[in-house]
């Protein structure tokens, strides 16, 4: 399904993956991932971040993320089950970001996924499993707003133009208590 936004290139697949292949994923994903709270530079000041995140692989691919770099982990078996997956469909992802949502008070402010080193008009794709969490964008220029539930086992692509003109947000659902694993497939120039 496209997804209806100005200057920019959006598609969801909502069971990318079936329940039982996305169960088995997230399970998979808890154990083998190397975990970890991380840090965000904001407002003058360090802050552990409202969330779990992993960084996973080519050899040694460095992410400067948030004024810190990162060292990419190697494929886990299942990262690289859900890549060649990826790669039927024609796609050619480096590496990883995979965020950990431990329940609903964990949440993602707004951002574009543009640093230069993912070069001009990237190909993010968003992977979502375990609990259902609303996805937010606003447009840079017009603030015009879209939002979309994200849900189990599905796919978002975003590509063309749509880091340049909209962010994206993932606001946080206190009265959810279930945990939620996103990843975002990119590519990364180095
Ligand atoms: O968890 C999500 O769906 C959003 C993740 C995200 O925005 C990112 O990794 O840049």
């Not at 399904?1 to 990318?16: C, H, Q, R, T």
């Not at 460095?62 to 190697?74: D, F, I, M, Q």
């Not at 329940?103 to 996924?113: F, L």
């Amino acid at each position: 399904m496209k997804i209806p936004l100005n200057d920019a290139e959006v598609e969801y697949i909502s069971e990318f993956f079936s329940k039982n292949e996305a169960d088995r994923i997230q399970s998979a994903l808890l154990e083998e991932l190397s975990w970890h709270q991380g840090d965000v530079y904001v407002f003058g000041r360090w802050h552990k971040t409202p969330r779990l995140q992993a960084w996973h692989g080519e050899k040694e691919l460095v992410y400067r993320y948030s004024g810190k770099s990162l060292t990419a982990e190697p494929w886990s078996p299942t990262l690289n089950e859900i890549r060649n997956r990826l790669m039927e469909y024609g796609f050619k992802p480096n590496a990883v970001l995979a965020n950990q949502y431990r329940n609903g008070s964990d949440k993602m402010g707004w951002h574009s996924d543009d640093e230069p080193e993912l070069g001009v008009n990237p190909i993010i794709l968003s992977l979502s499993f375990g609990a259902q969490r609303d996805f937010d964008f606003r447009h840079k220029k017009t603030k015009e707003t879209y939002r979309i539930p994200l849900e189990h086992g599905s796919l978002l692509i975003m590509k063309g133009s749509t880091q340049r003109f909209w962010q994206h947000q993932l606001p946080a659902r206190k009265r959810e208590n279930a945990t939620r694993i996103n990843l975002t497939f990119r590519s990364i120039f180095s």
